[in-house]
T-cell receptor, first 118, second 116 residues
């Protein structure tokens, strides 16, 4: 079974600085997707960024980027120019395979609570 | 992308009673996923609901405690039965959303359940 591990229960960063959240996963699959989701106090799950395992290029979305190391099974999230609105729980998640659209579940890590210091 | 309407947003219930949570999606989807998020913890999949067949439950979750209905391709309900304080959690539904491009997921806004 796939497992996702986030070893940092809490992180903090000064506003405008850069922070990196760690995620490792375990799978025997070669095709999969990885995600970072953000959950602010409103509890709404918000997709931050997504990475396809078959792509070597790291995904980037504005101030958010990932460092995807497939051999090491590592998927870290870098947040640049941190803003107060970035404060939230961040969950790393795994989806098996690139087929069976609509039928595959997400497996989540334990989460990292990010605090932004003004 | 898809929009999910989840109701109720929160409720406080007496132990021994049941609560039914509804999720309505504005487009047809194959599977709907139900998650539980205990206080301060991550999301754990309860079950996967497919239209026209019985839901598939994850280890540790049983149909008698969490019955699920999926009458059509846009709607599902999760019932939390015979509640105890340990059932106090956030419950979320989710779908894999074709409107998000390849393999993105949309979530309902969650139901915060407190059992007293």
């Amino acid at each position: 079974a796939q497992t996702v591990t986030q070893s940092q229960p809490e992180m903090s960063v000064q506003e405008a600085e850069t922070v990196t959240l760690s995620c490792t996963y375990d799978t025997s699959e070669s095709d999969y997707y990885l995600f970072w989701y953000k959950q602010p106090p409103s509890r709404q799950m918000i997709l931050v960024i997504r990475q396809e395992a078959y792509k070597q290029q790291n995904a980037t979305e504005n101030r958010f980027s990932v460092n995807f190391q497939k051999a090491a099974k590592s998927f870290s999230l870098k947040i640049s120019d941190s803003q107060l609105g970035d404060a939230a729980m961040y969950f790393c998640a795994y989806r098996r395979g690139h087929q069976n659209f609509g039928n595959e579940k997400l497996t989540f890590g334990t989460g990292t609570r990010l605090t932004i210091i003004p | 992308s898809a929009v999910i309407s989840q109701k109720p947003s929160r409720d406080i219930c007496q132990r021994g009673t049941s609560l039914t949570i509804q999720c309505q999606v504005d487009s047809q989807v194959t599977m709907m996923f139900w998650y539980r998020q205990q206080p301060g913890q991550s999301l754990t999949l309860i079950a996967t609901a497919n239209q026209g067949s019985e839901a598939t439950y994850e280890s540790g979750f049983v149909i008698d405690k969490f019955p699920i209905s999926r009458p059509n391709l846009t709607f599902s309900t999760l019932t939390v039965s015979n509640m105890s304080p340990e059932d106090s959690s956030i419950y979320l539904c989710s779908v894999e959303d074709p409107g998000r491009g390849n393999y993105g997921y949309t979530f309902g806004s969650g139901t915060r359940l407190t059992v007293v």
